[in-house]
């Protein structure tokens, strides 16, 4: 009986959400949609027209899409399948579970075997590469056409191709990629003169399928694209990549790297519909490696407790230590990851961000160093504490300790994400908190090492 209710109820909203989409774009309805619970939601996408059903599973920003498009009858999945961009499809089908992938894909093949051809096809590719960002659907003419003859072309197959301001100029009678005209260089070519003439100058730029998403990104920003052409070893066209695909992609991936930067596993899906088990899981691992690498920290400190006993006055400090070095480790970790991330550095560049970081370290702790010996200063001269005679000592270790740490922090924050690259692991794992942890543990050490060799024979 309540489920009838609820069904009934969410028909009911799902009516009223469908009359308000009229009036809105296709943005604003994702953007509703995304908002509505999963079953209002579900039965909102149900009632809208294939056209703009199409329109809104093709957007990027739409949350759940699978579950929307599981929500229609087999028939018609495949119907708005056939409409998609091949790559929209295969990410979609992709993200289904394998009894359903199945049986979408037999639907699509019987209403249009050249799109789930082309859907599989692009399944195959790994995560990350060109070949699963890639669309099927570009346009391409023969070399030996006339601008003329290219023009009508473009006009026949607009609708059809995810992209005409690139045309792909083949060897006549294959698909090996010979020049890329661009529209605006075509529309002001001479209709009886031979595409080529109105070709590019450099040979077209083009990645393999297995190309990372990153070297594409790096590429398409390089010579200012809208697309670029993937190609076999052979030079055969296989696909293009779209620049507003390469977009949506970077902006996922600079939000997974922000998850790992925060010191916890990247969400695969929006903050809202994580489970609360799956969120327990994807923050408590990291937290608990954190925690055992800090109880090195406590250990550090019992080794050094004669000394704490007495020197109780180093104590006071040990905040100010820890976290300047922890700072400046989360500095460099931030440059060198976004650099590396640009291509701006690669591999072989560590023995010179080494090299640059130590006197940028040494400079940074002294000038901590000195901030803290004129703070030990003040409040001693002026009264306000009282650190004992011995406080020009206990200033000088405080001040050389930073020096130490703070290079250290800087050193370290710089060379891991190298490390990690290295080892194949991905540097945005090098985050702020695991360096953090790391300069918190070395940085106890060094501070109470240099107040041995200061405060010997003195306070220790």
């Not at 697309?227 to 066209?237: K, L, Y």
């Not at 929006?270 to 608990?288: N, S």
Request: glycine fraction near 6%.
């Amino acid at each position: 009986m309540n489920l009838t209710r609820f069904s009934f109820k969410a028909a009911d909203q799902a009516a009223l959400h469908l009359q308000a989409f009229r009036s809105l774009n296709t943005a604003d309805v994702v953007e509703r949609l995304n908002r509505l619970k999963p079953a209002v939601a579900g039965a909102a996408f149900t009632g809208l027209a294939d056209d703009r059903a199409i329109n809104v599973l093709e957007q990027p920003e739409l949350q759940r899409a699978p579950q929307l498009l599981q929500a229609l009858a087999p028939a018609r999945q495949a119907a708005l399948l056939e409409g998609m961009a091949d790559d929209r499809a295969a990410d979609l089908v992709q993200a289904l579970e394998p009894q359903a992938q199945a049986i979408v894909l037999s639907d699509l093949a019987a209403l249009a075997p050249a799109s789930a051809h082309a859907v599989q096809k692009l399944m195959r590719y790994r995560p990350r590469t060109a070949g699963s960002l890639m669309t099927t659907e570009y346009v391409a003419v023969p070399a030996d056409w006339s601008v003329a003859q290219v023009l009508d072309h473009v006009r026949e197959v607009e609708r059809k191709r995810e992209t005409v301001y690139a045309i792909h100029v083949l060897r006549p009678g294959s698909d090996v990629l010979q020049q890329v005209v661009t529209l605006r260089r075509l529309i002001t070519g001479q209709a009886g003169d031979n595409v080529l003439t109105v070709a590019q100058v450099n040979p077209p730029v083009t990645v393999s399928p297995l190309t990372d998403q990153q070297e594409v990104a790096r590429l398409i920003r390089r010579h200012d694209l809208l697309s670029i052409a993937v190609v076999d070893e052979q030079q055969r066209m296989l696909g293009i990549v779209t620049v507003d695909d390469i977009i949506d992609t970077m902006m996922a991936e600079g939000t997974e790297d922000a998850h790992k930067f925060g010191g916890m596993e990247a969400l695969d899906a929006p903050y809202m519909q994580i489970g609360f088990w799956q969120m327990i899981r994807k923050r408590a691992g990291w937290l608990c490696a954190l925690f055992v690498g800090e109880m090195l920290t406590a250990s550090a400190m019992q080794h050094f407790e004669g000394e704490l006993d007495k020197a109780l006055v180093l104590t006071l400090f040990i905040p100010l230590i820890m976290s300047s070095g922890g700072n400046s480790g989360s500095q460099a970790t931030s440059l060198l990851i976004r650099s590396l991330a640009l291509r701006e550095l690669t591999l072989r560049d560590w023995w010179r961000v080494g090299l640059r970081e130590l006197p940028t370290g040494m400079l940074l702790g002294a000038i901590l160093g000195v901030i803290a010996i004129v703070r030990v200063a003040v409040w001693q001269t002026a009264g306000i504490y009282d650190y004992g005679p011995h406080w020009m000592l206990v200033a000088l270790t405080v001040g050389a300790a930073l020096v130490g740490i703070v290079t250290f922090g800087s050193l370290s924050g710089s060379l891991l994400p190298f490390l990690l690259q290295r080892l194949r692991f991905d540097p945005a794992s090098a985050s702020a908190p695991f360096v953090a942890t790391l300069v918190d543990v070395t940085g106890l050490v060094i501070y109470f090492s240099i107040a041995l060799a200061i405060l010997s024979g003195t306070l220790l």
